[in-house]
């Protein structure tokens, strides 16, 4: 049996944790125990381990070293990114990037000051060689109308964390459109009229009235903001017989 009864270590930057003294191993047995690293500086470092036992090696030395280096430097780019403006409801994109400078980066995590403005596109931890980029989305989706802002803030080992990407962005609200359809009355007895309309001039049209319209006019409330539409009508007589198409209307929805 082996009996350790004193261990000392050298070298500031060195430590060593799970070995309680005295201790004794019987024969064939072992212990394990941690010894730690936390560099002062830049540059090399050594030192060592001394125990002190009644083995036949009495005096048994354990030389450490290792080297320090500067911790790694993280940058976002853009630094700040504006999304301008959103229709509330709706979602936007931009893509940024993380830079590891000096040294990787390890990056553990990410938390949002806005749950407007979200991050995708990356997992964590995810490590960054120096030197060496990954990108990332961010998606800004408006609940109101009005100025929104925020922050990213990116948790990791290196030396500026948290780093921080600045989000700015508008809500506007949501615009809807009609068409406004007037014509003249057929001089013909007719019991009503039918709107028909395309996406294409010429056709094919589609009719957008549910039932037969009985007057000279009619609204369209199930447009987009930004498309052309081309519109025809139809008289119905009370035979039940439907006339040709009248001539076509071209419409331009405003944007948005």
């Given at each position: 049996?082996?009996?350790?009864?004193?261990?000392?270590?050298?070298?500031?930057?060195?430590?060593?944790?799970?070995?309680?003294?005295?201790?004794?191993?019987?024969?064939?047995?072992?212990?394990?125990?941690?010894?730690?690293?936390s560099?002062?500086?830049?540059?090399?470092?050594?030192?060592?381990?001394?125990?002190?036992?009644?083995?036949?090696?009495?005096?048994?030395?354990?030389?450490?070293?290792?080297?320090?280096?500067?911790?790694?430097?993280l940058?976002s780019?853009?630094?700040?990114?504006?999304?301008?403006?959103?229709?509330?409801?709706?979602?936007?994109?931009?893509t940024?990037?993380?830079?590891?400078?000096?040294?990787?980066?390890?990056?553990?995590?990410?938390?949002?000051?806005?749950?407007?403005?979200?991050?995708?596109?990356?997992?964590?931890?995810?490590?960054?060689?120096?030197?060496?980029?990954?990108?990332?989305?961010?998606?800004?989706?408006?609940?109101?109308?009005?100025?929104?802002?925020?922050?990213i803030?990116?948790?990791?080992?290196?030396?500026?964390?948290?780093?921080?990407?600045?989000?700015?962005?508008?809500?506007?609200?949501?615009?809807?459109?009609?068409v406004?359809?007037?014509w003249?009355?057929?001089?013909?007895?007719?019991?009503?009229?039918?709107?028909?309309?395309?996406?294409?001039?010429?056709?094919?049209?589609t009719?957008?009235n549910?039932?037969l319209?009985?007057?000279?006019?009619?609204?369209?409330?199930?447009?987009?903001?930004?498309?052309?539409?081309?519109?025809?009508?139809?008289a119905?007589?009370?035979?039940?017989?439907?006339?040709?198409?009248?001539?076509?209307?071209?419409?331009?929805?405003?944007?948005?």
């Amino acid at each position: 049996m082996v009996t350790i009864s004193q261990a000392t270590i050298t070298g500031s930057a060195f430590r060593f944790t799970g070995l309680s003294l005295p201790l004794s191993l019987e024969k064939g047995h072992s212990v394990t125990f941690s010894i730690g690293f936390s560099p002062n500086g830049e540059g090399g470092a050594s030192g060592g381990i001394a125990m002190v036992s009644n083995a036949s090696n009495q005096n048994l030395a354990i030389p450490l070293s290792g080297t320090g280096i500067s911790a790694g430097h993280l940058t976002s780019g853009p630094a700040a990114l504006n999304f301008d403006a959103v229709t509330v409801g709706t979602s936007k994109t931009l893509t940024a990037t993380l830079t590891a400078t000096t040294s990787s980066v390890t990056i553990s995590s990410a938390t949002s000051t806005n749950s407007e403005f979200c991050l995708g596109g990356i997992s964590f931890p995810t490590t960054i060689a120096p030197g060496q980029s990954t990108s990332l989305t961010l998606t800004f989706t408006p609940r109101t109308s009005g100025i929104a802002s925020g922050n990213i803030s990116f948790i990791s080992d290196a030396a500026n964390t948290p780093t921080v990407e600045s989000l700015t962005g508008s809500g506007t609200a949501a615009t809807s459109h009609s068409v406004s359809l007037s014509w003249n009355a057929t001089p013909s007895a007719v019991v009503g009229y039918n709107i028909y309309r395309s996406a294409t001039a010429g056709g094919p049209y589609t009719k957008v009235n549910p039932v037969l319209n009985p007057d000279t006019h009619y609204v369209d409330t199930s447009v987009d903001g930004g498309a052309t539409y081309y519109y025809v009508s139809t008289a119905v007589a009370r035979s039940g017989v439907e006339s040709k198409y009248s001539k076509q209307l071209r419409v331009v929805i405003p944007s948005p």
